[in-house]
């Protein structure tokens, strides 16, 4: 198993401005994913994060508002850029290892925008 | 397009109890995996139980169980003996087997344990 560090687990930020959410895992990993929650709701995958490669964004989702870094098989970022009150949501990063079809998840980020 | 629809949004059972919640997908796939995640509101997501496609006998993990119909395309959870801890959003995932370990998420179902 893997566990992953996510932080921080929540933030007020004033509009217009950017926050970078940063995931640790214990363990080489070789996917990281990137996802938004609404409270309540499911989840929605924001972008797959490769090591040594661009990330791989779903729809409605781009880099230059979630640009996201995976420096190496271990940790990755998403910043959320200008952000606006619409951006107030919960992110969570996963991960699997390869031959493990099992995702783990970071703690969560609760994003206010304010 | 692949799809997971969980159609129950809200349970509710009596402590002790046994709730099944209800699970369907949809897909051409012939390999995959599926799964239930539990989100208590700490908000951590832990994995319940899994089950691969190719395996006709249904996943058990203590007091969860899983009742499998690969051909109906459903994939239900059981709760035994409900507790109190159990109380979360329950999620059904789905994942092909050459999907890069991306998945497919249900709506979500809430579960409420009353003492």
């Known amino acids: 198993s893997a566990v992953i560090s996510q932080k921080p687990s929540r933030d007020i930020c004033q509009r217009g401005t950017s926050l970078t959410i940063q995931c640790q895992v214990d363990s080489q990993v070789t996917m990281m994913f990137w996802y938004r929650q609404q409270p309540g709701q499911s989840l929605t995958l924001i972008a797959t994060a490769n090591q040594g490669s661009e990330a791989t964004y779903e729809s409605g989702f781009v880099i230059d508002k979630f640009p996201i870094s995976r420096p190496n098989l271990t940790f990755s970022t998403l910043t959320v850029s200008n952000m606006s009150p619409e951006d107030s949501s919960i992110y969570l990063c996963?991960?699997?290892?390869?031959?493990?079809?099992?995702?783990?998840f970071g703690q969560g980020t609760r994003l206010t925008v304010v | 397009a692949q799809t997971v629809t969980q159609s129950q949004p809200e349970m509710s059972v009596q402590e002790a109890e046994t709730v099944t919640l209800s699970c369907t997908y949809d897909?051409?796939?012939?390999?995959?995996?599926l799964f239930w995640y539990k989100q208590p509101p700490s908000r951590q997501m832990i994995l319940v139980i899994r089950q691969e496609a190719y395996k006709q006998q249904n996943a058990t993990e203590n007091r969860f169980s899983v009742n499998f119909q690969k051909a109906a395309k459903s994939f239900s959870l059981k709760i035994s003996d409900s507790q109190l801890g159990d109380a979360a959003m329950y999620f059904c995932?789905?994942?092909?087997?050459?999907?890069?370990?991306?998945?497919?998420w249900g709506a979500g179902t809430k579960l409420i344990i009353k003492p």
């Open positions: 996963s991960s699997s290892q390869g031959g493990n079809t099992e995702a783990f």
């Open positions: 897909t051409s796939e012939s390999d995959y995996y």
């Open positions: 995932a789905f994942m092909p087997s050459d999907s890069n370990y991306q998945l497919i």
